[in-house]
């Protein structure tokens, strides 16, 4: 992933956190005919047995792009969170426009899961997205036969991370007075991206007057 020095993210445990916070990623595999294929899913941050994270997640067995899992070419995960458009009518200066963002790639080797590891997948992907329902469900609450048939429409993998990059591009090339007003701009153009991503730039630079 190209990122300036100036916007690259590397702490480990703040990576980390955006991947549990930001966990509807986009897996991106090659086939051997060298097209890339890609898929929007949620994809789980987990320890595996031996204490290492690793990736997690499923696709429809109707999606052919499991049959590129378990492969040696690496997989591609990207996760994204707020990003915004900048104005360069916001600088007090001539400049260009330019685009605000975070997010995280992640590249690693898949296997695909047996069964049971499946199950167990699916048990704590319904429990988390369900935490904040009124009535939650859980697989728990279904009978075992209804899941495992169900089951037969997923595939599920884990990948390692073989390499975790940040980009976290947020006006840090900016003194504090353009800073501010683009943080006031974002505040103005009322959509929560801009919102969002005003927020991580004030905490970014938590000093600065607000």
Same mark, same amino acid.
């Given at each position: 992933m190209y990122t300036p020095k100036i916007f690259q993210e590397t702490d480990? &445990?703040? !990576? %980390?956190?955006f991947v549990r &916070? +930001?966990? %509807?990623? !986009?897996?991106?595999?090659?086939? $051997? &005919? *060298?097209?890339?294929?890609a898929t929007h899913l949620p994809i789980e941050l987990l320890p595996s047995a031996d204490g290492q994270f690793q990736l997690t997640g499923h696709l429809a067995k109707a999606n052919s792009q499991w049959k590129l !899992? *378990? +492969? $040696?070419t690496p997989a591609l995960a990207v996760f994204s969170g707020a990003h915004s458009y900048i104005s360069s009518s916001w600088y007090d200066h001539v400049n260009v426009p330019?685009?605000?963002?975070l997010s995280v790639q992640i590249t690693g080797r898949t296997r695909i899961l047996t069964e049971d590891e499946t !199950? $167990?997948?699916l048990r704590q992907q319904v429990d988390k997205y369900e935490v904040h329902s009124k009535c939650p469900v859980s697989v728990d609450s279904m009978t075992e036969g209804y899941v495992r048939k169900e089951m037969r429409g997923v595939v599920a993998f884990t990948m390692t991370i073989d390499s975790l990059q940040g980009t976290a591009k947020l006006s840090q090339n900016r003194d504090d007075k353009n800073y501010r007003n683009i943080i006031s701009e974002l505040r103005q153009q009322g959509n929560e991206n801009a $919102? #969002?991503? #005003?927020?991580e730039m004030e905490a970014r630079r938590s000093d600065i007057d607000k």
């Open positions: 480990r &445990d703040t !990576l %980390f956190q &916070d +930001h966990s %509807f990623a !986009l897996l991106i595999t090659t086939g $051997d &005919d *060298g097209v890339p294929v !899992l *378990g +492969h $040696d330019t685009w605000n963002y !199950l $167990d997948l $919102d #969002a991503t #005003a927020n």
